[in-house]
């Protein structure tokens, strides 16, 4: 069989995807059967989005806006530090790729401009959704397989069935969502029973070991923040807000492990904890240390 009969052969998002407002399977349409509630393509993109408030704007905002072509220098410098960007990704994909089944299904949230899909099996049926419209753009344009594949939509309301895929993961950027307990929920829910789902970023705020902090002076972390590319919207929300995930982790997945990654300076939520963990070596559990 042919490559592009494999490719026809496969769903389109499309047909995959659920109405987000009353959960109706769209089966292709461009609009929900049932409620009316339009769901139009664009160049192969579903728009499965409502009005981005908060957090979610603010984050939009800075990927669609040229902060994040200037910033993505020292995120490469970041993942080079860490052994590179194989190994740094490797640490959280890992524990995706321990899925045992070569045919699998997979969901990746904020999937940006594709750049986990070269450590993924070349097997596998990967999805993809972003609330940023240009990384998605992005997506199409360095991986034209998954054509058909992307939706434009927020984790905190993913336009899936449940149990839609075998695999679900977010790598980036899950430390600034709207609504964190929401986006748990919802990658849990479109993830069969059992399959895994995988959380990552950089650890709660980082911002406070800067040079400026340490030394009296915050407003100088926030100049130099400028410097690397990030909009003072960006850095404001940064400054105001950290995560809490044990709370958010008791109240949504309380059998997830949480891990250290990137020398510590970020963590790895695993959902169920055992399904990719085995053996004696340490894991730190949400809530608990086993």
């Known amino acids: 069989m042919s490559s592009q009969t494999i490719e026809a052969a496969l769903p389109p998002l499309a047909d995959l995807a659920c109405c987000l407002n009353c959960r109706t399977a ?22 499965a989005i409502g009005p981005l408030e908060g957090r979610n ?21 970041f993942l080079s530090v860490q052994g590179g960007a194989k190994r740094a990704r490797m640490s959280i994909l890992r524990h995706v790729v321990a899925l045992d089944r070569p045919d699998a299904r997979v969901l990746e949230v904020g999937i940006g ?17 972003d609330i940023a419209r240009t990384q998605l753009v992005a997506c199409q344009q360095h991986h034209p397989q998954l054509r058909g594949r992307l939706a434009w ?20 950027g899950f430390t600034y969502y709207g609504d964190h307990a929401s986006a748990l ?8 029973a059992g399959g895994p789902v995988v959380v990552a970023d950089e650890a709660p705020g980082m911002h406070r070991a800067g040079l400026g902090h ?14 690397l590319g990030l909009d003072t919207a960006f850095i404001d929300m940064v400054w105001q807000y950290d995560v809490d ?29 055992l399904h990719s963990l085995s053996g004696p070596i340490g894991i730190q ?4 240390t086993s």
């Open 26 to 47: 769209l089966h292709g349409a461009g609009a929900c059967p049932a409620c009316g509630r339009p769901h139009p393509q664009d160049n192969g993109v579903l728009e």
């Open 57 to 77: 704007r603010i984050v939009a905002a800075f990927y669609d806006g040229p902060g994040w072509i200037r910033f993505r220098k020292w995120e490469r410098l």
């Open 113 to 129: 401009d594709g750049e986990n899909l070269r450590f993924l099996p070349a097997s596998w049926t990967i999805y993809g959704v």
């Open 153 to 172: 939509a927020e984790a905190e309301r993913l336009p899936f069935p449940d149990e839609t895929f075998d695999a679900c993961y977010s790598i980036g």
């Open 185 to 192: 929920r919802e990658m849990r829910r479109v993830t069969r």
């Open 214 to 227: 340490v030394v009296g002076f915050p407003s100088f972390d926030k100049a130099w923040l400028r410097l």
């Open 245 to 273: 995930l044990e709370a958010v982790t008791a109240q949504t997945w309380p059998d997830a492990a949480r891990l250290p990654i990137w020398m510590r300076l970020g963590y790895c939520l695993v959902n169920p904890a």
């Open 285 to 288: 559990s949400t809530g608990r």
